[in-house]
């Protein structure tokens, strides 16, 4: 069997996979997807090929499908999700939170929300400050120490985003935009966390246009209530999630934010 022309090592938290194929027109497709988690070295656990086919190209683990698009646009956002599901099946030892991450100083915030309640823009803005981003979408929480761990999937930026907090954004590929979004990899944010965060609190984003930032403390049984709705794989860790949810919410003060502009609600998470 023929050695692949090119090969991209990739890691999120404990899981190493590989990225192969040996098409020129897929290699820099390739090589953005999960860019902003390399890895050094180590035997992949897992190896996707990419190839092209006729009237289009694909992602495949050992011969299957994963992924097909007829253009590189459709092709990128179909494998970086294929690979995303993937990797989340492999980490399911982590319990997995649909949650944005900004760690300073080794402590991190969680930013705990459903789509559209602004957790891609507040961690950008963190991370204009300063702050090492883990993640805008999916959180993974290890126990018992109750350390997140970065997840560095592309941010889909949102026009309104790229306008407030990018106006002048670095080159990005075509392919990289679909229907007026932008995938923006983590590695144009700034430099990446050494290691996992010990979390150190816990933020529920409430983005409404043209408001003012406010912020509440939120007691123990709602935080639980509102982090449990965002738990991605509750189902399999049962009682013990729960009792995992139990720990986060008395150790973490918790907060709702409600904000309209993401780069004044960074400056409050910052001096909360």
Known sequence: MALPE????????DYTFAIEGDDPLLAEVAAELYSGA????G???????????????ALRQRGRLLARGQTLAGFFQKAEWALTHQALLRLGHFFQV???SAARQ???QLLVGPPESGKTSLVLALALRGWSLLGDEIALIEAPSLRVWACHRDLILRPGTRALLLPEMAQVPD???VEGDCYFSPRLAGPPPEGPAELAGLVFPA?????RVEWARLGWAEAARRLLEQAMNLGDWAA????LVGRLVERCPAVELVFGDAREAAEIISEI
């Open 38 to 41: 390399p890895a050094e070295g």
């Open 240 to 243: 013990e999630g729960m009792e």
């Open 43 to 57: 035997r992949p656990q897992t190896c996707f090929a990419c190839q092209r086919l006729e009237g289009g190209f």
């Open 6 to 13: 090119w090969r991209h090592l990739r890691r999120i938290a």
């Open 98 to 100: 649909h949650a944005g």
């Open 175 to 177: 392919f990289k935009w």
């Open 207 to 211: 983005l409404r246009p043209g408001a």
């Open 106 to 108: 080794g402590l991190a």
